[in-house]
């Protein structure tokens, strides 16, 4: 069964520092990957997605991923963090024709 | 474009009674998600709908079940409430015979059960 691990549960990072949330996924085929980002008392918003096209994503925000298959990673990254990018962060697998299945979840804090 | 909407936003039943939650799918989706998220934690998916029929289930009981309307909206029934199924239900609208492969997600209705 596809499971996601993301390491971390709360990553504290500085205003203007570099984030990374990890994302590994057990797949034996090429997956679909989805991050998704949760404010508090909201519901999930895409940030990306990776759909065997280009293996470095860009999404909204300055986000971006990089699918790796040898790693079964899709870590999520952004150059220079910003106050308002304080949320919980969600990487997702698609499997089958239906559903996700989305990690526990990383709390990001940023501190000025 | 109206994103996915879904109501009511916070609700609040008594152990042993029925919920239904509704949901509007975005405009020129066909695919209709429901997924539980219990505080602290991942969302968890309970079944998707695509042209009205049940499409996929997750590890949910029968007295979680749903409905899609011709306009592809959907509810979410819930029989026989008990205090676990307190959470923030989350419904998705999707359209992948139409090249979409992302998931759009409502805002949610916080259901607690007392």
């Known amino acids: 069964a596809q499971s996601v691990t993301q390491l971390g549960s709360h990553v504290s990072v500085s205003e203007g520092a570099l984030v990374l949330l990890r994302c590994n996924y057990s797949s034996s085929v090429p997956p679909y990957l989805f991050w998704y980002v949760q404010y508090p008392n909201q519901g999930l918003q895409l940030l990306l997605k990776?759909?065997?096209?280009?293996?470095l994503v860009k999404g909204i925000n300055d986000f971006e991923a990089e699918f790796k298959k040898s790693e079964t990673s899709f870590h999520l990254t952004k150059p220079s963090a910003h106050m308002s990018d304080a949320a919980e962060y969600f990487c997702?697998?698609?499997?089958?024709?239906?559903?996700?299945?989305f990690g526990a979840g990383t709390r990001l804090a940023v501190h000025p | 474009e109206t994103g996915v909407t879904q109501s009511p936003t916070h609700l609040i039943k008594t152990r042993g009674q029925q919920v239904t939650l509704r949901c509007s799918s975005q405009s020129g989706h066909n695919t209709v998600s429901w997924y539980q998220q219990a505080l602290g934690q991942g969302p968890q998916f309970i079944f998707q709908y695509y042209r009205e029929e049940e499409n996929g289930r997750g590890n949910f009981p029968p007295r979680f079940s749903g409905l899609q309307f011709p306009n592809y909206s959907s509810e979410l029934n819930v029989n026989a409430l008990e205090l676990d199924d307190s959470a923030l239900y989350l419904c998705?609208?999707?359209?992948?015979?139409?090249?979409?492969?992302?998931?759009?997600f409502g805002s949610g209705t916080r259901l607690t059960v007392v």
């Open positions: 998705a609208s999707s359209s992948e015979d139409r090249g979409y492969y992302g998931y759009t």
């Open positions: 990776y759909t065997s096209a280009a293996t």
């Open positions: 997702a697998v698609k499997w089958g024709p239906a559903k996700l299945i």
